[in-house]
């Protein structure tokens, strides 16, 4: 069971965010916490905070995008509660099953483990720079900015990993992308008691967001949020199968990196990795959603 | 599972509930809940939303109100979300287990069958009465204004009542009335498919609720809310025995109506009870505890 909170203007505002999109987002990103647990969803409660100045609309299109994105992955609507808000706020509660041994935690990784991440890095982000500042990427093909805005505003949730994974390991460790891969890299090695290399000219990064990101490509690949990509730790000796089957299935899987006996996250040249810039009580992320 | 929001400004103040009390009830009113679907609690989780001024200590008082209530019924905090909002909110989600045979539901009554209340009713809108206009009621004695100030300060989930409701019969149906009584007489009638007839005379009203309330008591006891006391719809055949059992568990226990096989719920000289006044999009009920 996983909940996650969203508020307007600090997760999202009106300007980047249609309500449909809230919908889908609050959705995908409870969908891939369990996902992160190796869970398959069975429902979800919505407690939905409102202004008396939401119009009925706005709440009908949040709930369409919600069911569009949880619906295929059999995750109905069991309940919630509705109340009047001084700002609007989504409140997503799901409940997912699991075997007992095929629960995914952050915590089992060893060091020479390999460091996989599904798909691409910094889709999201790009997609919320363009959004925020679409002046500045207008020479960017249209194709391009479409690209990385569907990514912001539709992130899909690896559900269908777990299984994969575990048709070639015995044991993993995982977590997801959510606040970007470097929290990731650093809360699944830090929680194990290891130390982790992160190989940055090994980031999946798609064109579309090396030609928008440009020189900043690496940064939003590692410090950029909301991909809900998973970070795996498997065994060194079943990586390679892991990327195969990842692959065979559709899932882009890369290896990233590898745990190591010290302590600490780096990258291939010895730089720290930064933990999230996202500080909730005393500022945002930057360029932040709401500003 | 059950999931209840609570805002400032709409279901708490600073004025009348200390940080403490916003948890503990936060824990009562989901208890409350799962007490009403006759399930024993496993576990909550909290979604918290908190402005970057909220002071820190705040929020501990939040927690320890919200464990003093929760933790004798078992129900240990397994995890949750905490985000900066635009205003403090809190967000709890219930989780509680029930035997499938034992489940109880709004929709299961009966005509003929008897409406059990227990506890005393208005209470707790006696208490916010009192907190909202202390010169008003300054000629009630200190000990009246101390009673109703806790029970609406610190409610209690009649978490043992299903147990007791089992030992003496084979169906019910119930609701709790943390929207009023009258709206859960409205409510498991209604659901139901039957009518019925709420004797206004026979509500269960402690002594300090009459002699603050006066001449309202009786409308405080139908139409206040957030006592979290549990109605019941028993067949008439068992309603003597489960007073008994309530009042020897020293839960009091109180028949105040009857289903009928009509529609709508009355008072007995057949005037129509009113739906809850509070209307979250519209306006609040009066007086407001954010007023």
Known sequence: VTTDLL??????SERTTRAADVGWRAAAANLSDLAAMGARPIGTLIGLGLTPETP???????????TECAD??????????????????IAVTALGIVAPDRVLKRTSA????????????GDSQAGLEVLLDPVRYR???????????????RPRARLEVP?????????????????????AVLQVSGQSG??????????????????????????????????FELLLAVPASV????LEVLNAAGVKGTAVGQLTPGAGAFDQHGLPLRPPTFEHFTGQKNPSPAS
Chains 1, 2 share one sequence.
């Open 72 to 89: 295929p992955h059999g995750a109905p609507i069991l309940g919630g509660d509705t109340c009047r808000a001084q700002s609007r706020s």
């Open 56 to 66: 009925v609309n706005w709440v009908e299109e949040l709930y369409r995008g919600f």
């Open 239 to 242: 990586a390679g199968a892991l």
């Open 163 to 183: 299984d994969l994974l575990w048709q070639v390991s015995s044991r993993a460790a995982a977590m997801d992308t959510s606040d970007g891969l470097a929290d």
């Open 139 to 153: 020479e960017s093909t249209e194709s391009d900015r479409a690209r990385v805005i569907e990514a912001h505003r």
């Open 194 to 227: 290891c130390g982790a290399v992160v190989y940055t000219d090994r980031l999946p990064i798609s064109l579309p967001v090396r030609r928008i990101a440009g020189a900043r490509a690496e940064d939003w690949a590692l410090y950029g949020g909301e991909d």
């Open 110 to 121: 060893q060091p020479t483990d390999v460091l996989v991440v599904t798909g691409t890095l």
């Open 7 to 12: 508020f307007e203007g600090v997760h999202f």
